[in-house]
């Protein structure tokens, strides 16, 4: 299965996919699935639930987080990629920045590669790109997760944020991955402050506008706590998660990262009924 043949018209709501951590330390669901037959079951229930996409993480990259090694992370993520596949077609993405671990889990089944360094981590992470042939996303981020929220500034964020990725896209096809393999990410969340975040989702259109496929990753992020200082702890992010990804597809986006996928796909569900009702296109001209 080819990942452009399931992005929708743009009347239709984006693409939905998954969460699944298989980490001890992630921020919202780390260490809830530190069995493989629990990751397993959970990856099984995002599908049930409407998910078209899973996607699989072996190292956390929230703020303050550390690094493991590619052995761990391997070792974290093959076996559920592998039982996955045998029990699904659809699309498995491996959410790391190692070249080593895309390619180990392109053998096992992934077809596509989601890397927060946009394919700057390691010296042959765009060589590797273009050998697997699999799909890309190109997110932003500056600095590495360990630091990076702790004084992240831009003179434009907007501007900064698609300038980076647009070059991020160039050097992905001049290293051999074909155009139609590129979605770019805004990286809600990473290096950039509750002020960032928002204008970036207010003007996501600037991003859409480069013409490759936007991914849109904001679920139970704390720029909801900076909205609603209430939102304290992750789970209870779920109204501002899915205010974030309807917006999100009304500016553009071709799909949208999320834990809670069976709310998610329901939200977008009514969001493209009632754009049809009106006649009008789901995403935003403001």
């Known amino acids: 299965m080819n990942l452009q043949s399931l992005v929708k018209p743009p009347l239709a709501p984006p693409l939905v996919m998954g969460i699944v951590n298989v980490t001890p330390d992630s921020f919202s669901d780390g260490g809830q699935l530190e069995t493989q037959e629990a990751a397993l079951a959970h990856a099984m229930r995002l599908i049930e639930q409407g998910a078209e996409v899973l996607d699989i993480g072996g190292e956390s990259t929230r703020p303050g987080s550390d690094p493991v090694s590619e052995d761990q992370e391997i070792a974290r993520t093959l076996p559920l990629i592998t039982a996955l596949r045998a029990r699904w077609d659809g699309m498995i993405s491996i959410d790391t920045m190692k070249p080593g671990v895309a390619r180990a889990a392109v053998a096992a089944g992934a077809r596509m590669w989601n890397d927060v360094t946009a394919l700057s981590h390691h010296h042959d992470s765009l060589t590797t790109a273009a050998e697997l042939g699999c799909a890309v996303v190109l997110m932003h981020m500056k600095g590495a997760p360990k630091t990076?929220?702790?004084?992240?500034?831009y003179d434009d964020v907007v501007a900064e944020v698609v300038a980076h990725l647009a070059a991020r896209a160039e050097a992905a096809m001049a290293a051999g991955v074909a155009r139609d393999r590129i979605w770019l990410d805004p990286g809600i969340g990473f290096a950039k402050t509750t002020a960032h975040n928002l204008t970036l989702t207010a003007r996501l259109e600037a991003l859409v506008d480069l013409g490759f496929p936007v991914l849109y990753a904001a679920s139970r992020k704390r720029v909801i706590q900076g909205v609603d200082a209430t939102a304290v702890a992750a789970t209870d992010?779920?109204?501002g998660s899915l205010a974030l990804a309807l917006e999100g597809a009304r500016r553009g986006a071709r799909m949208v990262r999320v834990h809670d996928v069976?709310?998610?796909?329901?939200?977008l569900k009514l969001q493209a009924a009632v754009a049809e009702a009106a006649g009008v296109s789901g995403r935003s001209t403001s």
């Open 148 to 153: 990076m929220q702790d004084d992240p500034r």
């Open 237 to 239: 992010r779920l109204g």
């Open 262 to 267: 069976r709310e998610t796909v329901q939200a």
